[in-house]
């Protein structure tokens, strides 16, 4: 499977371009520098630009994380006060997940567990087998009954959009070839590459809008060289691999960072509006932040009918009254 490969791309540095020139910023500001500005386009994609897509597109997008029984994933140990229990997604928005599938150890789907309350629990007892429900607690959940083989728990969530950072080699590495045989990232000469050392977790994301996570939550082999990294994970448990895209080109962040934003282009101008009327209104410019929000919410509208063109009504049935079959009406049909 290919993709159409563009030449579209929607970075952090747009952002900083959109936002200072709509506010009118000049680049040598000192109390809205880069950092400030991309932190408060972090802010927003957190809390309105996620509403908003799923405004837009009436549903969410949502990733998946596999946990499993054998890769030790799962806390899976005899005696253990959290046996049977499965750590939530770190990116989840808001620590809610959408539902939970449990697969054997074959990898063919079982069964979409239910989710029971807590105080159910005592139901089970000391019971085994395969999965059947979950109940939800601080930061994970805990299945019921508990398993007796391998298998597989599958996580659907709404994940959240990664912090901004500058694409540059400090933050987000470029790569320049990749092995697929060892799983070995080469990229442009980096000190220290990102800070990562052996056990951390990086994001890949794809180069080209609309910015594809390519696979989430790769663990980091070994220590990093100035030039090249292993990763697991790829493939296998806790990613979320979208086939077809190059890794050439790709970047590498810390998990939960990224230098795109991965958003609709549609959504460009009006989370740029929501931005800048963000900052204006911290510099006190109160009626131009009022107009940005304004525009902010019309350029919403005009995706919203973009994505939804047809108004919702009741449903209504269309008679057509000279139809040869409608039903006889007082003995004699209609012609």
Avoid at 5 to 23: E, F, G, I
Avoid at 233 to 260: F, W
Wanted: charged share 20%.
């Amino acid at each position: 499977m290919t993709y159409d490969q563009n030449a579209l791309r929607w970075t952090s540095a747009d952002v900083l371009s959109d936002v200072r020139r709509k506010a009118s910023l000049p680049s040598t500001s000192t109390d809205f520098t880069d950092a400030v500005l991309l932190r408060e386009a972090t802010d927003v994609l957190w809390s309105f630009a996620g509403w908003a897509l799923a405004q837009a597109g009436e549903g969410r997008a949502l990733q998946f994380l596999n946990r499993s029984t054998i890769t030790g994933l799962l806390l899976y140990t005899a005696g253990s006060s959290r046996l049977g229990e499965v750590a939530l997604p770190a990116l989840a928005i808001a620590d809610t997940i959408s539902n939970v599938f449990w697969f054997d150890s074959t990898g063919q789907q079982q069964r979409r567990l239910s989710q029971m309350d807590t105080i159910d629990e005592y139901n089970y007892g000391a019971d085994s087998g395969d999965p059947q429900a979950y109940a939800l607690y601080e930061g994970r959940l805990k299945l019921f009954p508990l398993p007796t083989t391998g298998g597989t728990v599958r996580i659907n969530y709404q994940r959240r959009h990664g912090e901004l950072v500058p694409d540059v080699p400090t933050s987000a590495l470029t790569i320049t070839a990749f092995n697929t045989g060892t799983s070995t990232a080469t990229y442009a000469s980096a000190p220290s590459p990102l800070g990562l050392v052996s056990g951390d977790e990086v994001d890949l994301y794809a180069a080209s809008s609309p910015h594809r996570l390519l696979y989430g939550g790769l663990t980091v082999v070994g220590t990093p060289t100035s030039t090249d990294m292993v990763l697991s994970g790829m493939g296998a448990l806790g990613t979320t691999p979208t086939q077809g895209l190059p890794m050439v080109g790709a970047r590498i962040c810390r998990a939960g960072q990224t230098p795109y934003v991965s958003m609709p282009l549609e959504l460009r101008a009006s989370i740029t509006e929501k931005v800048t009327a963000n900052v204006l209104r911290v510099i006190g410019d109160l009626q131009g932040s009022a107009a940005a929000e304004m525009a902010a919410k019309e350029e919403l509208s005009r995706v919203m009918q973009l994505l939804s063109p047809r108004a919702k009504r009741d449903k209504a049935k269309a008679v057509n009254p000279f139809s040869h079959l409608r039903a006889a009406v007082r003995g004699f049909r209609r012609w």
